[in-house]
């Protein structure tokens, strides 16, 4: 029987990474698709340890880039799951640019990524509903219902 987890039981709280000169792009500011990656795999953690399958990561919606980051600071990612339905899981994904000097930062990026478990035949397999303890985790479960509506009415056809 598929057990109810709370977020906290599979949140990554903070996944550091220095920014070096060769993570930049030609405006000298971080390449996108670092920070993209970094995003995939710590929302993959939490699905991994919420569902406790392997997983693929099935979407990606509202990856904005609201500042860039630049070498020398610490790029700090914090992912948790919002909901979960039969096999599948929304993780949201935020990072921030800390100056590690003074400890001033500021938000880089939001993303929400949906991922699909698998069983040993990489067949979707059911995982765990979420149970939203704070208040904060019971509006991001709420709210994860229309994503998902709204992501899978814009999924493209086979
Ligand atoms: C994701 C994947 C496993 C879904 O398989 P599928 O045969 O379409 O399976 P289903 O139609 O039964 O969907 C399984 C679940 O995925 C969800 N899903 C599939 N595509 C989705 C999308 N674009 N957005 C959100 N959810 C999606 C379905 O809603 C369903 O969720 P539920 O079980 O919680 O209701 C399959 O499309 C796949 O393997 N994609 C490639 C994944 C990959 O390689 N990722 C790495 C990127 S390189």
Same mark, same amino acid.
């Given at each position: 029987?598929?057990? @109810?987890? =709370? $977020?906290?039981?599979?949140? &990554?709280?903070?996944? &550091?990474?220095?920014?070096?000169?060769?993570? *930049?792009?030609?405006?000298?500011?971080?390449?996108?698709?670092?920070?993209?990656? *970094? %995003? !995939?795999?710590? =929302? *993959?953690? &939490?699905?991994?340890?919420?569902?406790?399958?392997? %997983?693929?990561?099935?979407?990606?919606?509202?990856?904005?880039?609201?500042? $860039? =980051?630049?070498?020398?600071?610490? *790029?700090? /990612?914090?992912?948790?799951?919002?909901?979960?339905?039969?096999?599948?899981?929304?993780? #949201? /994904?935020? &990072?921030?640019?800390?100056?590690?000097? +003074? #400890?001033?930062?500021?938000?880089?990026?939001?993303?929400?990524?949906?991922?699909?478990?698998? !069983?040993?035949? #990489?067949?979707?397999?059911?995982? $765990?509903?979420?149970?939203? @303890? +704070?208040?904060?985790?019971?509006?991001?479960?709420?709210?994860?219902?229309?994503?998902? !509506?709204?992501?899978? =009415?814009? @999924?493209?056809? #086979?």
């Amino acid at each position: 029987m598929t057990k @109810r987890k =709370a $977020p906290a039981e599979s949140s &990554v709280e903070e996944n &550091v990474y220095k920014v070096f000169p060769n993570d *930049l792009n030609s405006e000298y500011t971080v390449f996108g698709g670092l920070v993209m990656g *970094l %995003c !995939d795999r710590t =929302a *993959l953690i &939490v699905a991994e340890r919420h569902s406790g399958h392997t %997983c693929v990561t099935a979407a990606v919606d509202s990856l904005n880039f609201l500042s $860039p =980051a630049r070498a020398g600071e610490t *790029l700090i /990612v914090k992912a948790a799951v919002n909901r979960s339905w039969r096999s599948s899981m929304e993780i #949201g /994904v935020h &990072v921030a640019a800390e100056n590690s000097h +003074s #400890g001033e930062s500021r938000h880089v990026v939001s993303a929400y990524l949906t991922f699909v478990a698998l !069983d040993e035949r #990489g067949k979707p397999t059911s995982v $765990p509903e979420v149970m939203p @303890r +704070s208040k904060t985790e019971k509006r991001r479960f709420e709210e994860a219902q229309s994503r998902r !509506d709204q992501r899978l =009415a814009n @999924r493209s056809p #086979g």
